[in-house]
């Protein structure tokens, strides 16, 4: 199976040779990396052109968006700009960050699950981060859900949902449309990755009303989002989160801000939800 990848990149000068480093000793190497340069100031633009004159499946790509680090906006307009870049020769297509270290044999055993079983649609491993001198699961989120920094795709599901949302939640709708289609999503717990840069390091103040934004345009509903939200909140060490997620549900709300799902498809979101929730209760 050919894989491709695109790599959005904005100051990323103190990671990008790790990642791709990283890359450039896979057991399988990709067939095309594109990296993206947005907008950056600092030195990431000429590290990446280091590696396109040693290896001939690595390219660049400038862009320019708003300097403002904005959760899911900016990145997947990025990834787009990298995505039209390629041909549509290739049956994985992968959105990576910018900052991570994927073990040598990752895309050997991301191409093996898709392999194995062809109703699986995503694919990806588990994100760790440093703390206190040890490499600690990043514990955002479930572990049945993979992490926006390494999302693998099969090429009939990544055209069936649309491609990628350029708005945040888009690493969540993508996998609920792909369960709506009937696609697995699959994680590898023995696949690790060091994730250099914690989540949201770079977020802006504004940016912490995004998630509750995003919490409604996934058609989540009043208490689907309070209980998410409280969720996130705790896992994260920061209550009063809460309520700065549920102002961004109302916000959004009360300006009818454009979903990310269609009627029929949030009401199975919701049904998935609540459903998920039972299991954890029961």
């Keep these: 199976m050919k894989y491709y990848i695109v790599i959005p990149a904005h100051n990323e000068s103190a990671f990008i040779k790790l990642t791709l480093d990283s890359l450039a000793a896979q057991t399988v190497l990709p067939k095309k990396v594109v990296v993206v ?15 396109t004159t040693r290896y001939n499946w690595i390219s660049l790509v400038k862009t320019t968006s708003d300097a403002v680090h904005l959760p899911g906006s900016k990145v997947i307009r990025a990834f787009q700009k990298g995505f039209e870049t390629l041909d549509g020769n290739y049956d994985i297509i992968v959105k990576l960050d910018a900052d991570l270290i994927l073990p040598p044999h990752y895309f ?15 694919a990806g491993g588990f994100a760790y ?15 049945d859900h993979i992490r926006g920094a390494f999302k693998a795709y099969r090429k009939a599901c990544f055209e069936q949902i649309g491609g990628l949302k350029p708005a945040m939640g888009w690493d969540t709708v993508d996998e609920l449309l792909a369960k709506f289609y009937g696609w697995k999503v699959v994680t590898v717990p023995e696949l690790k990755v ?5 989540t949201g390091a770079n977020y802006n103040k504004a940016a912490r009303f995004k998630q509750g934004e995003a919490f409604y345009s996934l058609g989540y509903g009043f208490w689907i989002t309070a209980i998410a939200s409280a969720k996130l909140a705790w896992m994260k060490g920061k209550p009063l989160l809460f309520l700065d997620y549920m ?9 009818s801000k454009e979903m990310l799902v269609d009627e029929k498809q949030g009401k199975f979101v919701r049904r998935y939800r609540w459903g998920k929730m039972r299991e954890k209760l029961f």
């Design 194 to 198: 060091k994730h250099l840069k914690p």
């Design 247 to 255: 102002r961004g549900f109302w916000k959004a709300k009360s300006e």
């Design 129 to 143: 981060i440093e703390k206190d001198g040890d490499w600690k699961l990043e514990n955002l989120t479930d572990k």
């Design 108 to 122: 050997e055993t991301i191409l093996q699950t898709f392999q194995s079983d062809a109703t699986v649609g995503m």
């Design 37 to 51: 340069d947005d907008h950056s100031t600092d030195d990431t633009a000429q590290i990446i052109s280091d590696f």
